[in-house]
């Protein structure tokens, strides 16, 4: 069984503040990673996706994939009240017909 | 900047009645999909799509759904005799041959009464 979790939340930050969410996979045989971001009844929008061990910067946001540890995180610098969604992690698994594994997802709340 | 569209946005439908449900992927795009989300749960995999076949089922994708690409740009996904467990959000998505990124459409909320 291919996994991937998250912690539920919410994780509460105030604007400003830097929002940490982590994320953890069971198949070491994942091969590249995303976050999406996902509005309540709206459909994942995506974020970021990162292959490589290390770190991966867009703008206010940053990747960062341990491979050895089976650990992805997604910090976002400067949080902004619209920042408050749901935020999804995904395992991209090709050899299963390249599907997608998401977590269940991070409530991220910032608060003004 | 190109995005998968799907119709209709919400669909609502008497419990053992047939539904398609509509996408139209990115149009440079190769590969399809189909996921699904019940509220307040996880988003998943249903099926993937490649030249015409489908590349891999989840077990959800039983014997009711089937999928199909009738023209070169809708992509479908027919639901044979829905039950009130199929209610949840349909996403369709596609990406580019040689890339991992999938994007997604808006998706259509499937009411099965």
């Known amino acids: 069984q291919k996994e991937v979790e998250q912690n539920s939340g919410p994780l509460s930050v105030p604007e400003g503040a830097i929002a940490s969410l982590n994320c953890t996979y069971s198949?070491?045989?994942?091969?590249?990673f995303f976050w999406y971001r996902q509005y309540s009844g709206k459909s994942p929008e995506l974020i970021m996706f990162?292959?490589?061990?290390g770190d991966k910067e867009d703008g206010r946001f940053t990747a960062q994939l341990n491979k050895a540890s089976q650990y992805v995180s997604l910090l976002i610098r400067d949080s902004q009240p619209s920042d408050s969604a749901t935020y999804l992690c995904?395992?991209?698994?090709?050899?299963?017909?390249?599907?997608?594994?998401f977590g269940a997802g991070t409530i991220l709340r910032v608060k003004s | 900047e190109p995005e998968v569209t799907q119709t209709p946005s919400h669909q609502v439908t008497q419990m053992g009645q047939e539904v398609i449900l509509r996408c139209v992927p990115i149009?440079?795009?190769?590969?399809f999909y189909w996921y699904r989300q019940i509220l307040g749960q996880k988003v998943e995999f249903l099926v993937s799509?490649?030249?015409?076949?489908?590349?891999?089922k989840s077990e959800i994708f039983d014997d009711q759904f089937s999928v199909e690409r009738p023209d070169g740009s809708n992509f479908t996904l027919k639901i044979r005799s829905t039950k009130l467990e199929d209610s949840a959000m349909y996403f369709c998505?596609?990406?580019?041959?040689?890339?991992?990124?999938?994007?997604f459409g808006p998706g259509t909320r499937l009411t099965v009464l």
């Open positions: 998505a596609s990406r580019l041959a040689g890339s991992d990124t999938q994007y």
């Open positions: 198949d070491r045989g994942s091969q590249s």
């Open positions: 990162i292959y490589s061990n």
């Open positions: 995904a395992a991209h698994l090709m050899e299963y017909g390249n599907k997608l594994v």
């Open positions: 149009s440079n795009h190769l590969y």
């Open positions: 799509f490649y030249n015409n076949e489908i590349s891999e």
